[in-house]
């Protein structure tokens, strides 16, 4: 029964900016960790960032400093800002859950989560 929908996805020029959101459905957000993942034409899905439970963060090399992952747990809605986006960002970008996972190390691997939106799709033009 969990269900997560992103929104804020569109077309935007290099070195614009874009804030996604996640509403998630079934659960509570604060019991869940959260995240971004993405999958651009012919590639495989990356992590892009994670939230954990903990409040701890983890980003992608090639977003530090771009991109900030945050959610409102009273709103159980997850957010990805986006900012100094670049043509290689194109991709479609999925909300992603899981239960935590003492065990967990590598947050940014696809496989490490069970409940998948539909995603948004996100293009930047050079």
């Known amino acids: 029964q969990v269900q997560l929908v992103e929104s804020g996805g569109g077309s935007v020029p290099a070195g614009g900016s874009l804030k996604l959101s996640c509403t998630a459905s079934?659960?509570?957000?604060?019991?869940?960790?959260m995240g971004w993942f993405r999958q651009a034409p012919g590639k495989d899905r990356e992590g892009v960032a994670v939230?954990?439970?903990?409040?701890?963060?983890y980003y992608r090399d090639s977003v530090k400093g771009r991109f900030t992952i945050s959610k409102d747990n009273a709103k159980n809605t997850l957010y990805l800002e986006m900012n100094g986006l670049r043509p290689e960002d194109t991709a479609m970008y999925y909300c992603v859950a899981d239960p935590p996972n003492p065990r967990r190390y590598l947050f940014l691997e696809k496989y490490e989560y069970n409940y998948w939106g539909q995603g948004t799709q996100v293009t930047v033009s050079s």
């Open positions: 939230i954990d439970t903990h409040g701890n963060t």
């Open positions: 079934g659960y509570t957000s604060r019991t869940y960790d």
